[in-house]
C-alpha cells in the first residue's frame, strides 16, 4: 500500500476523464483499508471503487481511495445452490463469468455490466429483467466512523429502481468488502422473457437455453448497441428512466401513440429515457468529443478528450430539450463529482 501524489484518474473512471487526484492510496485487504479509515477522517477520503458509474469534473481535492480488495470463495455448497462471496475489488464480468465456467445461475443476465462487484449492490444493477437483488443473500460492510463491520442481508437494503439504502439514508457511511451471492447449481431459473433476449436466441437457433447461452446471448445484445468502455469512454446509462404518472404518459401518446412504457402500478409507468432523447433528435449528437452514443441514447460518451465538463454540459442540454419537449425531467443514474 503506497499513498501517491497527483496522479491521474483517466485509467481508474470508465468515462476516461483525465482529472488529477491529490492523493490516492489503493487498498487490497481489509487491513489495510481499516489502517487507512482509521489513518483519515471520513471526509477527507473520496472512496473509489470500478469507477464505472461516476462523472468526475474537477480534481480531487480529498485523499481517493482506491478498493481494490480481491478473492471469490464459495462460503456454502449445497446440494441445489452455493453461497458464493466475492470481494469488492473484483471486476463485476469477470465474476459473472467464473460464476458461469463453474454452472452456477442467477448472474447469467448481468453479463458484460461495467464495474466493481463492491458497487453492485449500490446501484443495485440491473439489466434485462434482473436486478442485483434476485441473487443477493447479503453484503459484508464496513461503518466508516465506527470501524465497526456489519452484514447487510437483501431486505435489509432498500432495494429500488436502480437504488439502495447505500444511496439514501447510508449515504458515505458504509464501505462494502464483499458481496455474497446465492446462486443455483441445478434447476436454473431462466429469465428469458425481455424481448431482445428471444430475438436474439432465435437468431442463434436456441431454443431451450443454458445459462451459458443466455450470457452469451446478453453480451451479444449489449455488445450491439453499448459502447464497450474500452474503446469509447462512457458510464452506461447516464439517466434514469423516468417513471411518469398517467396523465403524462397520455400527453407523450398524444403525438406518439406508440410511445414504449413499461407499466410500475396503475398509477406509474416507466418511459425509456433513451426513447425520450432519441426524439428530441439528439440521438448521436456530438460537440467536441462530448456526444450521444448512436446506437442508444441514454448513454453519453467521450470519444477523447473530452472534459468531464463537456459531458456534463451536454447532459444539461439533453435534460433540457427533454424538458421542454415533453415537460418531463430526467435524472442522472451516473454520480457527478
Ligand atoms: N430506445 C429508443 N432509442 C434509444 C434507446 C432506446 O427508442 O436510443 C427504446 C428501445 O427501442 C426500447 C426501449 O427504448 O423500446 C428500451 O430500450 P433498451 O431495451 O435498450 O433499455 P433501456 O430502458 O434504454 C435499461 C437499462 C440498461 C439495461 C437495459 C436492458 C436503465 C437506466 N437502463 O435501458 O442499463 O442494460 O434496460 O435491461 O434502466 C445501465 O444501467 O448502465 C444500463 C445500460
Known amino acids: ?3 501517491e501524489k497527483d496522479i491521474s484518474l483517466k485509467p481508474y473512471n470508465s468515462f476516461g476523464i483525465d482529472v488529477k487526484a491529490h492523493q490516492f492510496i489503493s487498498v487490497q485487504s481489509k487491513e489495510e483499508l481499516l489502517e487507512i479509515l482509521k489513518r483519515f477522517y471520513a471526509s477527507e477520503l473520496f472512496v473509489l471503487g470500478g469507477g464505472s458509474n461516476m462523472l468526475l469534473t474537477q480534481n480531487i481535492k480529498k485523499t481517493v481511495l482506491h478498493i481494490n480488495l480481491k478473492g471469490i470463495e464459495v462460503v456454502e455448497d449445497h446440494t441445489d445452490y452455493v453461497l458464493i462471496k466475492a470481494h469488492a475489488g473484483e471486476n463485476w464480468h469477470d465474476f459473472v463469468i467464473y460464476c458461469l465456467e463453474h454452472n452456477f445461475g442467477g448472474l447469467e443476465n448481468l453479463s458484460l455490466i461495467p464495474g466493481n462487484v463492491g458497487t453492485s449492490p449500490v446501484q443495485n444493477i440491473g439489466a434485462y429483467g434482473v436486478e442485483l437483488k434476485d441473487t443477493m443473500a447479503y453484503c459484508e460492510t464496513i461503518n466508516r466512523q465506527t470501524l465497526s463491520e456489519k452484514r447487510f442481508f437483501t431486505q435489509d437494503c432498500q432495494f429500488g429502481y436502480r437504488d439502495s439504502i447505500f444511496k439514501s439514508k447510508f449515504k458515505n457511511q ?10 443455483t447449481k441445478k434447476n436454473h431459473q431462466l429469465h428469458i422473457d ?12 436456441i431454443t431451450s437455453p443454458t445459462i451459458q447461452e443466455v450470457s452469451k446471448a446478453i453480451i451479444g445484445i449489449r455488445e450491439s448497441k453499448l459502447p ?15 417513471i411518469v404518472d398517467y396523465k403524462t404518459l397520455k400527453a407523450v401518446q398524444t403525438d406518439y401513440p406508440d410511445v414504449p412504457y413499461y407499466e410500475i402500478d396503475e398509477k406509474s409507468m416507466k418511459i425509456p ?11 448521436g ?17 467521450n470519444y477523447g478528450t473530452a472534459s468531464g465538463k463537456d459531458i456534463e454540459n451536454l447532459a444539461k442540454l439533453v435534460q433540457k430539450k427533454v424538458k421542454n ?3 418531463i425531467a430526467l435524472e442522472t443514474e451516473v454520480n457527478v463529482f
Not at 449528437?285 to 453519453?300: C, N, W
Open 325 to 327: 419537449k415533453f415537460d
Open 194 to 205: 425481455y424481448g431482445s433476449i428471444q430475438t436474439e436466441l432465435k437468431a442463434r437457433g
Open 228 to 242: 464497450n468502455p474500452k474503446e469509447i469512454g462512457n458510464s452506461g446509462s447516464f439517466f434514469k428512466n423516468p
Open 1 to 3: 500500500m503506497k499513498l
Open 174 to 183: 458504509y464501505i462494502i468488502t464483499s458481496v455474497v451471492f446465492k446462486l
Open 285 to 301: 449528437y456530438r460537440k467536441g468529443d462530448a456526444g450521444i452514443h448512436t446506437k442508444q441514447a441514454l448513454v453519453l460518451v
Open 273 to 283: 429515457a433513451g426513447w425520450l432523447i432519441e426524439k428530441t433528435g439528439m440521438k
